[in-house]
């Protein structure tokens, strides 16, 4: 998980989590009774990091196990610092026992905040709707979020509006609308997106939890739903991960694709699911190439047809600044390498493209670190660079939320370690001049991190809409802010003059310009000069601007053609390896098939071999008897052969007859 924990709040949080624990001589049981022994030791080393600092106690005798595997665990943090230490405190407690902080509430103290305050919080989290009195008509009148600088009636030059919904607000501070409906489980690091004057929530964390839930706020009645999921062909309800630290993107008019995101049993490699608005199901987008490593707390940019996906952190809690594109016309990942030096890992940071040419990162955070730097990347060269920014330099933060309007990029939320960002800025991204827009007071979703920002419309006008956050509580509050023309304007009318290194993003995309100050930036105005007096000279130069912008289109056209021949390659490629795949699949099917009888003939083959030696057992038998027959036969006739003699001895009479005295006719009626 990328950010379990709300930066902002974890004293707060991080003494909450020890009472409940058992540390700190608090009311509830003690550490033994509720985790395991190596958990309950790391607690211990973690809370002793975090109160105390790094190990310096002399090292136990060897004789007390118990104290010196308590001293072991704590010494092995080193040097960590004591706000990464409550952060990796409060992530274990969660991971072993989710929704501890609702179980905690009877014996955790909130702190303790002043009258204004509270009516500050009372406004913003309730967001309740007064009726007021127009025409003898009852008109709901939205909540606005206080100012930091005075009251909304000392500010003279804010434009106030009606809307169309009955409601008053104000340009360039953040407002309440009065939804209704059953409003989504209060969550942060969720995706949102907007298509069709909707904004669809999904998944995001909650106590701990991930979720999968799919949620709608329909702008034109301001009214929440929850979308009924239907069985899809190749994922149904119950198989849509629940999961956070996720990007939402609007494709192709009616599809959500959420990309990555850290999940409870991560997979190895990053995924996009895909929720189809017409059939209302979820499937896994089916893609080629070698993914990114699975991850969470990403960027992901639309630039034309292609996701491009920065950083994140990956399921061992490892930083990245790899840089992946998918093309959503060939379904290919491709990893790319860049020049130049790339931004540090990071998570939790925003990113933004201008003039379909320029990536810009900006902020995020590491394990115990939040960043304000700002990087672009030329999408055309692949090469990154770190132009000097201008104007009200934004505070680091981590977890913050950004949406471009034109060339102007609006940054709200986010953490810096210690509490929660409550300046709404923005930048322009052809000068890089940054200028704040407002600023909230008070614990509000604003001022949180892991809130979710999109851009839509409302009666024709351009309206930013913030849901959700964490900064010490989970949110599930709609903010709206209206930018008047004076904060989408305010960066370009700074005085400050812009140095090369910020102005080249602009000039990339504006060639007359380049030419313009290319001759206006010469010595002592001798060049302006010439240009001015010289007719021939303006002439000269826009024919030679001329035929380099022709050499550039025609390089151009070139460069498309041969990127439309590749497209087309990649295509055929693709449908070649469609039909290998089917061919192989009906090969596969006949080799089975051919298997099966094989198979067959093989077990018929061993019921003839089974025939064949029984029926030579039975030969054998056979040979055996005909021999015994042969011999008894013989011993027949050899009997036969000794009666008949005996028979005719007998009928002789012989020596024997004569000497018993008995005569031969005797004899032979004896015999």
Request: net charge negative; hydrophobic share 35%.
């Amino acid at each position: 998980m990328a950010r379990s924990l709300s930066s902002l709040a974890y004293p707060e949080r991080f003494y909450a989590a020890a009472a409940y624990a058992g540390f700190d001589g608090s009311p509830a049981s003690s550490v033994s009774s509720k985790f395991s022994n190596d958990v309950a030791l790391l607690l211990y080393a973690l809370y002793q990091q975090a109160t105390v600092g790094p190990c310096n106690i002399p090292k136990p005798k060897a004789w007390s196990a118990v104290e010196l595997s308590k001293w072991r665990s704590w010494n092995e943090l080193g040097n960590m610092v004591s706000t990464e230490a409550m952060r990796l405190f409060v992530k274990i407690l969660e991971e072993e026992h989710p929704g501890w902080y609702s179980r905690a509430s009877n014996f955790i103290m909130e702190p303790a905040v002043d009258v204004e305050m509270n009516v500050s919080l009372l406004t913003v989290q309730n967001a309740k709707v007064d009726l007021v009195t127009e025409n003898g008509n009852n008109i709901p009148e939205v909540k606005t979020i206080p100012a930091e600088n005075g009251n909304l009636s000392e500010t003279q030059d804010l434009e106030v509006v009606s809307e169309g919904f009955g409601a008053v607000g104000v340009y360039d501070q953040w407002v309440a609308p009065p939804v209704s409906g059953t409003r989504p489980r209060a969550r942060y690091e969720h995706g949102a997106a907007v298509i069709d004057d909707k904004i669809y929530i999904f998944g995001g964390n909650h106590n701990g939890r991930y979720l999968s839930d799919l949620q709608v706020l329909d702008l034109k009645s301001w009214t929440w739903t929850k979308v009924e999921v239907k069985a899809g062909i190749e994922a149904s309800p119950a198989t849509v991960t629940p999961c956070a630290g996720h990007s939402l993107i609007a494709w192709e008019g009616n599809k959500l694709l959420s990309v990555g995101g850290h999940t409870k049993d991560p997979l190895e490699t990053m995924q996009v699911k895909v929720f189809d608005l017409q059939n209302g199901s979820w499937s896994t987008l089916k893609t080629y190439g070698k993914p990114p490593v699975c991850r969470g707390g990403q960027s992901v940019t639309l630039v034309g047809t292609s996701l491009v996906i920065f950083g994140g952190q990956d399921a061992k809690r490892s930083l990245l600044n790899d840089l992946h594109i998918l093309d959503l016309e060939t379904m290919t990942w491709d990893e790319v390498d860049t020049l130049g030096v790339p931004p540090s890992p990071r998570s939790d940071h925003t990113a933004a493209v201008h003039a379909e040419r320029y990536l810009l990162i900006f902020g995020g955070g590491s394990h115990a670190t939040c960043f304000n730097d700002l990087h672009v990347l030329d999408l055309q060269t692949m090469e990154w660079s770190r132009p000097t920014q201008q104007g009200e330099i934004p505070s680091a933060r981590a977890g913050h939320a950004g949406v471009t309007v034109g060339e102007n990029w609006f940054i709200v939320g986010g953490g810096d370690n210690m509490s929660g960002v409550s300046q709404t800025v923005v930048l322009n991204m052809s000068t890089l001049v940054w200028s704040e827009v407002t600023s909230v007071q008070g614990r509000v979703s604003i001022a949180s991190e892991g809130l979710s920002l999109v851009l839509s419309s409302y009666n024709g006008e351009d309206i930013l809409v913030s849901f959700g956050g964490y900064n010490g509580r989970y949110s599930n509050e709609v903010n709206v802010l209206k930018p008047s023309h004076k904060s989408t304007l305010q960066s370009k009318m700074m005085e400050t003059p812009v140095p090369d290194s910020v102005s080249a993003v602009h000039n990339a995309t504006n060639p007359t310009r380049d030419m313009e100050s290319e001759f206006e930036t010469g010595q002592d105005g001798k060049i302006r000069e010439i240009i001015m007096d010289s007719e021939p000279t303006i002439k000269k130069v826009e024919e030679t601007s001329e035929r380099l912008i022709s050499a550039l289109k025609a390089e151009k056209d070139e460069l498309e053609s041969s990127l439309s021949k590749e497209k087309l390659l990649t295509l055929q490629l693709k449908q070649e390896l469609t039909d290998a795949e089917t061919r192989n699949t009906d090969l596969y099917k006949e080799l089975q098939s051919v298997r099966g009888q094989l198979a067959a003939e093989q077990s018929r083959c061993f019921k003839l071999e089974v025939d064949v030696a029984e029926l030579r057992q039975k030969l054998q038998n056979l040979e055996l008897l005909q021999k015994e027959l042969e011999i008894l036969q013989r011993q027949k006739a050899a009997s036969e052969q000794a009666a008949l003699s005996a028979k005719q001895k007998q009928s002789s009479g012989g020596v024997w007859g004569w000497l018993a005295g008995a005569p031969p006719n005797q004899s032979a009626d004896n015999a």
